[in-house]
């Protein structure tokens, strides 16, 4: 059975300072992965998807993804944090077979910036 | 863009009272789905819809049922709502995928508290 693992529930960062949030997953399949933000108040968004192909993803807003299947991990990363990166951030997998298309979600990274 | 609307961004009612949460989406997806968000705990599906007329229970549908008479509709009911019912849900759509390789598009969510 799949599952995602967000390492630390809440992260601070300086702003200019890299980003980094963990996430690890299991899957007894290729997995299909994702990054999803949610500032406050609000719906989840897309930041980036790994499906096939490349391992290193590029996403909306600077962020980035490297899939790494030796390690089970697919860690977000921003070079550069700004203030406007504060929110909550979620990993998800695809699980299940056939069209359903259900995914299971991690229990969120909370990224704090400040000046 | 796809754009999934939920009907209410807040919402208080009483301990007993029958609750119907709205969802509707404008990009002809066949999956919708409805999960529950609670701090510290991730997104947790509750039911999920793969065609019209048709569902699926999630991880926690105890307390809940569904409703979709329309492809673009899909709708969620609290049969009689508890205090533990109080939480933010949010409402996704998907296009057919297989094994989880879609992203799902999320709605900016109903805050509900039940008094």
């Known amino acids: 059975a799949q599952s995602v693992t967000q390492l630390g529930s809440h992260v601070s960062v300086s702003e200019g300072a890299l980003v980094l949030l963990r996430c690890n997953y299991s899957?007894?399949?290729?997995?299909?992965l994702f990054w999803y933000v949610q500032y406050p108040n609000q719906g989840l968004q897309l930041l980036l998807k790994?499906?096939?192909?490349?391992?290193l993803v590029k996403g909306i807003n600077g962020f980035e993804a490297e899939f790494k299947k030796s390690e089970t991990s697919f860690h977000l990363t921003k070079p550069s944090a700004h203030m406007s990166d504060a929110a909550e951030y979620f990993c998800?997998?695809?699980?299940?077979?056939?069209?359903?298309?259900?995914?299971?979600f991690g229990a969120g990274t909370r990224l704090a910036v400040h000046p | 863009d796809v754009k999934v609307t939920q009907s209410s961004r807040y919402l208080v009612k009483r301990t007993g009272e029958k609750v119907f949460l709205e969802c509707v989406q404008d990009?002809?997806?066949?999956?919708m789905f409805w999960y529950r968000q609670d701090p510290g705990l991730g997104l947790r599906l509750i039911y999920f819809?793969?065609?019209?007329?048709?569902?699926e229970k999630g991880d926690i549908p105890e307390g809940y049922s569904v409703s979709r008479e329309k492809k673009e509709r899909f709708s969620l009911i609290l049969e009689s709502a508890s205090t533990n019912q109080t939480s933010m849900y949010l409402c996704?759509?998907?296009?057919?995928?297989?094994?989880?390789?879609?992203?799902?598009?999320f709605g900016d969510g109903t805050r509900l508290s039940i008094l």
């Open positions: 899957s007894s399949v290729p997995p299909y």
């Open positions: 996704a759509s998907s296009p057919t995928g297989t094994g989880g390789n879609q992203p799902q598009h």
């Open positions: 990009m002809d997806h066949e999956n």
């Open positions: 998800a997998v695809g699980r299940g077979s056939g069209g359903y298309n259900k995914l299971i």
């Open positions: 819809s793969y065609d019209v007329k048709m569902k």
């Open positions: 790994y499906t096939t192909g490349a391992t």
